[in-house]
C-alpha cells in the first residue's frame, strides 16, 4: 500500500475538511476525469477510480477514522482491518449530481416526475438600424409558435378517449435500476423512457396534433425595443415561448438585437465617437463647424490655434441609457486639419509669404544643412 496517495491529498483536501467540502471536492475533480467525457483514457479511468475510493472511504466516519489511525495499512488487513470494499457504499445522492451533468438524468431532474413545469425559451434576432438602437423602436416578428391543440385541448389523445396511466412507471414519471461499475454497485433514477417523464401513454393519439397536443401556427408578435439597446443584447417577451408540461406556464420569447453599423459614428457604452474634418484657416484663425450627431446636425465654434486631433465633447448627444432614456452620455468629436492638395499659384504665393511672416520654415531645412540652398544638395554629396 506504500505507492497510493495519501487521501486527503488525492480529494485536494485538509485533514480536518468537513463532510460538505469533501462532497464539493469530489464533485469537482469526478466531473474533470470521468471515463464517459474520456472515453479510452485509461489515465482518467485510474484517476476517477482514485478519487472515488478516496470518497468513499473519507466520507464515512468510521473508515475515516481507521484511515486517520492506520492510513491504508487500514484496509490491506496489516492492521487488522478487513480490507476495503466499495459495495455498500451509497453514492446515489452525490452521482445524480455528477452524472446528471453527463446524461441529462440523475436523480435532482428527474424526480420532478409529472409536475408542472415551464415551457422552454425561445430565441430568434432582430436587425435595427443605429439610429433605431439609440432611440427605441417598435418590430413586429413573424414566428411559428406552438399552442394547445384545440381537438384534445392538449391532451393528445383521441377525442373520447384519455392518456391512460404508464404501466413501467406507474405513473411517477421515473424508473430506478441498479448497475454495476468498477466502483460497485451504482442505483440510477431516470425519466422513465416510455412515458418521457409525464406518467401517461397515450394509445389512441389526436389525429390534428398526433399526440403531441400542440398546434404550430404563424403569429406576429411585436416586440419594443428600448432606446439604448446594444448590439448582442436580448429582450424578453414574457410567456411567448414553448407551452408548459403538465399544466405548467409557458416560456419566454428572447429576442436578440443586432444593430447595424453606422457610415461614420463609433458607440462604446453610452458614448458616441467621430472624426470631422477641418480647414487650415478655421484651425489657426477659429470658426464654425457643421457636426453631424443622432440628433441632427449642430454648429460648433473651433478655437484659434486649434491642433489635429483635437478631441471636443458634445455633452448629452451620446447614447441613453438603459435604466433612464432621459439620462444620455456624451458624443466625442476629434477634428482633423486637412491639408489641401491642390492650391491656385496666387493661392500658394499668399502661403509663402504667410510662412516668412510666421518663421520661415519653408527655408528652416537649408539654414540647418548650412547650405543656404537646396538642403538636397547637400545630401547628394555624402
Do not use: W
Not at 500500500?1 to 491529498?9: I, P, S
Not at 469537482?28 to 478519487?51: I, R, S, W
Not at 455528477?98 to 422552454?120: L, Q, T, V
Amino acid at each position: 500500500m506504500a505507492d497510493k496517495r495519501d487521501y486527503y491529498e488525492v480529494l485536494g483536501v485538509d485533514k480536518n475538511a468537513d463532510e460538505a467540502t469533501l462532497k464539493k471536492a469530489y464533485r469537482t475533480l469526478a466531473k474533470q476525469c470521468h471515463p464517459d467525457t474520456h472515453p479510452g483514457d485509461a489515465d482518467a479511468e485510474a484517476k476517477f477510480k482514485e478519487l472515488s475510493e478516496a470518497y468513499a472511504v473519507l466520507s464515512d466516519p468510521e473508515k475515516r477514522r481507521q484511515y486517520d489511525q492506520f492510513g491504508h495499512a487500514a484496509f490491506d488487513g496489516s492492521a487488522g482491518g478487513a480490507g476495503f470494499d466499495f459495495n455498500g457504499m451509497d453514492f446515489t445522492d452525490i452521482f445524480s449530481d455528477i452524472f446528471g451533468d453527463f446524461f441529462g438524468g440523475g436523480r435532482r431532474s428527474s424526480a420532478r416526475g409529472n409536475a408542472p413545469m415551464k415551457g422552454a425559451n425561445i430565441r430568434t434576432s432582430v436587425r435595427i438600424t443605429f439610429e433605431e438602437a439609440v432611440f427605441g423602436c417598435e418590430k413586429e416578428l413573424d414566428l411559428t409558435l406552438k399552442d394547445s391543440c384545440p381537438t384534445c385541448h392538449g391532451t393528445g389523445a383521441k377525442p373520447g378517449t384519455n392518456p391512460e396511466t404508464c404501466t413501467k412507471c406507474g405513473g411517477k414519471g421515473q424508473v430506478v435500476f441498479t448497475s454495476q461499475s468498477f466502483f460497485g454497485t451504482v442505483r440510477n433514477v431516470q425519466s422513465c423512457p416510455d412515458c418521457g417523464g409525464t406518467g401517461k401513454v397515450i394509445k389512441e393519439k389526436c389525429p390534428d396534433c398526433r399526440g403531441t397536443g400542440y398546434i404550430s401556427s404563424r403569429k406576429k408578435i411585436q416586440v419594443s425595443i428600448p432606446a439604448g439597446i446594444d448590439d448582442g443584447q436580448c429582450v424578453r417577451i414574457r410567456e411567448k415561448g414553448e407551452p408548459g408540461v403538465n399544466g405548467g406556464p409557458r416560456g419566454d420569447l428572447l429576442v436578440e438585437v443586432v444593430v447595424s453599423r453606422h457610415a461614420f459614428l463609433q458607440r462604446q457604452d453610452t458614448n458616441l465617437f467621430s472624426t470631422v474634418p477641418i480647414s487650415y484657416a478655421i484651425a489657426a484663425l477659429g470658426g464654425e463647424v457643421i457636426i453631424d450627431t443622432v440628433d441632427g446636425r449642430v454648429a460648433y465654434d473651433v478655437k484659434p490655434g486649434t491642433q489635429t486631433d483635437t478631441r471636443v465633447r458634445l455633452k448629452g448627444k451620446g447614447v441613453p441609457s438603459l435604466r433612464n432614456k432621459d439620462v444620455r452620455g456624451d458624443h466625442y468629436v476629434t477634428l482633423v486639419v486637412q491639408t489641401p492638395e491642390k492650391l491656385s499659384r496666387e493661392a500658394k504665393d499668399l502661403l509663402k509669404k504667410f510662412d516668412e511672416l510666421t518663421g520661415d520654415s519653408l527655408g528652416a531645412a537649408a539654414r540647418a544643412t548650412g547650405d543656404g540652398g537646396d538642403p538636397r544638395k547637400k545630401r547628394s554629396r555624402k
